[in-house]
């Protein structure tokens, strides 16, 4: 019934491109061949941000925060797009295999969105992202599970704030979630690989936060995996570009977003 109900859906409301708002696709995949193509060909690579946040991780993102990914990252976040979450996480487990070897289990520590923010986007965007990125990551034969460690306090908008100004933003809104009266203390991840995952990366104010307050939690980060990383107007495009990090072969998870009908060989993968 539920394969019936979706595949009505899409005969009824195809939707935009996700990835380029160009080409009206079936909801249930999203984007078009096109961009497919254009974001399983995405070789994720080392950000640096510059200036970089003082005790920012080595972070891995999948592209840059362009084109397509934009496009589907927009759609998924704000327009309700929710079955992206699945492709995304899918390109997430991609970012997450550069810095989690493959004989060491991985724990998974999403940034937590505010209270608010989840309310608006009808849950927490990065908690689903990632239960999809563990998904990937498992069929693919790593031994992974996520940590939600962290819960955000409301906190002002970043847009207009220094790098300064938004690392002290995000520490101050970040806290170790507390137990609830008659459940048990979260137990702190499994010995292995940590990794902080999240959507974008600009400054890096709130990864480094995030790996500051769980560095006080006795938690060692071995890294950041993030979906698109934007470039800050006036710097380089040093440590940017889309090239693999130390000059690693591309990690191969599968087919990582799903064809529309009919694009049996639309992209190569």
Same mark, same amino acid.
């Given at each position: 019934?539920?394969?019936?109900?979706?595949?009505?859906?899409?005969?009824?409301?195809?939707? /935009? %491109?996700?990835? %380029?708002?160009?080409?009206?696709?079936?909801?249930?995949? *999203?984007?078009?061949?096109?961009?497919?193509?254009?974001? =399983?060909?995405?070789?994720?690579?080392?950000?640096?941000? =510059? /200036?970089?946040?003082?005790?920012?991780?080595? %972070?891995?993102?999948? *592209?840059?925060?362009?084109?397509?990914?934009?496009?589907?990252?927009?759609?998924?976040? =704000?327009?309700?797009?929710?079955?992206?979450?699945?492709?995304?996480?899918?390109?997430?487990?991609?970012?997450?295999?550069?810095?989690?070897?493959? &004989?060491?289990?991985?724990?998974?520590?999403?940034?937590?969105?505010?209270?608010?923010?989840?309310?608006?986007?009808?849950?927490?965007?990065?908690?689903?992202?990632?239960?999809?990125?563990?998904?990937?990551?498992?069929?693919?034969?790593?031994?992974?599970?996520?940590? /939600?460690?962290?819960? #955000?306090?409301?906190? /002002?908008?970043?847009?207009?704030?220094?790098?300064? !100004?938004?690392?002290?933003?995000?520490?101050?809104?970040?806290?170790?979630?507390?137990?609830?009266?008659?459940?048990?203390?979260?137990?702190?991840?499994?010995?292995?690989?940590?990794?902080?995952?999240?959507?974008?990366?600009?400054?890096?104010?709130?990864?480094? #936060?995030?790996?500051?307050?769980?560095?006080?939690?006795?938690?060692?980060?071995? !890294?950041?995996?993030?979906?698109?990383?934007?470039?800050?107007?006036?710097?380089?495009?040093?440590?940017?570009? *889309?090239?693999?990090?130390?000059?690693?072969?591309?990690? &191969?998870?599968?087919?990582?977003?799903?064809?529309?009908? !009919?694009? #049996? *060989?639309?992209?190569?993968?």
């Amino acid at each position: 019934m539920a394969g019936l109900l979706g595949d009505l859906a899409d005969l009824v409301l195809p939707a /935009p %491109c996700a990835g %380029c708002a160009a080409e009206r696709v079936p909801l249930r995949y *999203g984007v078009c061949a096109a961009c497919a193509a254009g974001l =399983e060909a995405l070789r994720p690579f080392r950000r640096a941000p =510059e /200036p970089a946040s003082s005790g920012l991780p080595a %972070c891995v993102a999948v *592209g840059a925060y362009e084109g397509p990914m934009r496009g589907a990252l927009l759609a998924y976040k =704000e327009k309700g797009r929710h079955r992206l979450a699945q492709p995304l996480g899918s390109l997430l487990a991609v970012a997450v295999t550069r810095l989690a070897p493959r &004989n060491r289990p991985v724990t998974l520590v999403p940034v937590p969105s505010t209270a608010a923010a989840a309310r608006e986007r009808h849950g927490d965007h990065m908690l689903r992202l990632a239960a999809h990125t563990v998904r990937r990551l498992r069929a693919a034969g790593w031994e992974a599970d996520i940590s /939600p460690q962290l819960e #955000a306090l409301p906190r /002002p908008d970043s847009t207009s704030l220094s790098v300064a !100004g938004r690392r002290a933003a995000a520490e101050d809104s970040l806290r170790i979630r507390r137990a609830r009266i008659g459940v048990p203390r979260r137990t702190a991840p499994r010995k292995g690989t940590l990794v902080v995952v999240d959507d974008i990366v600009t400054t890096g104010a709130t990864l480094a #936060a995030v790996t500051r307050r769980l560095e006080e939690a006795k938690m060692q980060v071995d !890294g950041a995996a993030v979906l698109a990383a934007t470039q800050l107007r006036g710097t380089s495009t040093s440590g940017f570009g *889309g090239f693999p990090p130390d000059g690693t072969e591309k990690v &191969n998870l599968g087919h990582l977003v799903s064809r529309t009908r !009919g694009d #049996a *060989g639309a992209s190569a993968r």
